[in-house]
């Protein structure tokens, strides 16, 4: 997969994994893909509860589900910060 379709196939895997499981404590999701490696930080309002933990592991399944595979071996990585607001964002 060259990068232009892997970066629009992780849009919408992004886009459709997140779909009504984003509540008001998440800040900001950020993401790095450099073609190899897809980091994904999702940046929380307020403690990190275990139930939020699992929703953002259910989600980094769905993206490596839908993206990666035998003949397209791409690295995915989430990670879940606290970052109370009116820290900025990174």
């Not at 895997?13 to 999702?42: E, N």
Request: proline share 3%; with cysteine; glycine share 4%.
């Amino acid at each position: 997969m060259n990068d232009n379709a892997l970066g629009i196939t992780l849009l919408l895997s992004l886009i459709h994994a997140f779909l009504g499981k984003i509540d008001s404590r998440i800040r900001g999701i950020q993401v790095i893909a450099d073609g190899v490696t897809i980091k994904v930080k999702c940046c929380f309002d307020d403690e990190i509860t275990e139930v939020d933990q699992k929703e953002i592991d259910e989600i980094e399944s769905e993206i490596i589900s839908a993206l990666c595979s035998p003949y397209n071996e791409v690295t995915v990585c989430f990670e879940s910060i606290r970052l109370d607001s009116p820290t900025s964002l990174p």
